[in-house]
Every structure is written in structure tokens, then in C-alpha cells.
Nanobody, 113 residues
Framework: QVQLVESGGGLVQPGGSLRLSCKAS????????MDWHRQAPGKQRELVAS???????NYADSVKGRFTIARDNTKNTVYLQMNNLKPEDTAVYYC???????WGQGTQVTVSS
């Protein structure tokens, strides 16, 4: 059974940083393209960043230059380093195996002074 477990969310002031982690089990992680999505209150879920098995990355325009996605295939874990956080980054963040229905449970990120 595939499981994705996120961690690392919390409350941070504008301009601060957080690092999210997503540990996968039950899947051939090293072969999967992994995504981070987010959903803010009253808004649709949106794709934030993706990383291929080889380490190629893509980002939403709203986070380019501030967020970095990375993976450690030896730990079956994908990360999202978020710097210079803004109030509009407030959302529940989810990891996902691309082109699948496997999602994590989400972790709340709140950016507020």
C-alpha cells in the first residue's frame, strides 16, 4: 500500500523559511515524478513544484526563486524548501506521486505576523 506522509508545516512570519518533507512508502519511489501542491482557503488546489527521478525540476511562477524542491531517493523522501515566505503562501501543502491518485494527508503552512 502506497503511503505519503508530509511534515514540517507550521506558523512563520513573512520573510521566514520552512522545509517540508514527504516520506513515501510502498512505491518504487526512485522512479516516480513527485509533486508538491497547495490549497489555500476558498481556492483550488494548485501545483507548486515537481521533480523527476533524475532531479529535473519545475516551479509555479508564484514560487520561482523562493522555493526549492529536492529529493533523496535513499530515504524515499521529497523536500520543499520555502524561503522568503509571504502571506499568500498560506495553504495546506500536499505531496503527490504525479499521474497517480496517491496524495499525502497535507501539512498546514501559515504565514502571518
Amino acid at each position: 500500500q502506497v503511503q505519503l506522509v508530509e511534515s514540517g508545516g507550521g506558523l512563520v512570519q513573512p520573510g521566514g523559511s520552512l522545509r517540508l518533507s514527504c516520506k513515501a512508502s510502498g512505491a518504487v519511489f526512485r522512479l516516480d515524478v513527485m509533486d508538491w501542491h497547495r490549497q489555500a482557503p476558498g481556492k483550488q488546489r494548485e501545483l507548486v513544484a515537481s521533480i523527476t527521478s533524475g532531479g529535473s525540476t519545475n516551479y509555479a511562477d508564484s514560487v520561482k526563486g523562493r522555493f526549492t524542491i529536492a529529493r533523496d531517493n535513499t530515504k524515499n523522501t521529497v523536500y520543499l524548501q520555502m524561503n522568503n515566505l509571504k502571506p499568500e503562501d498560506t495553504a495546506v501543502y500536499y505531496c503527490k506521486i504525479q499521474n497517480s491518485n496517491y496524495w499525502g494527508q497535507g501539512t498546514q503552512v501559515t504565514v502571518s505576523s
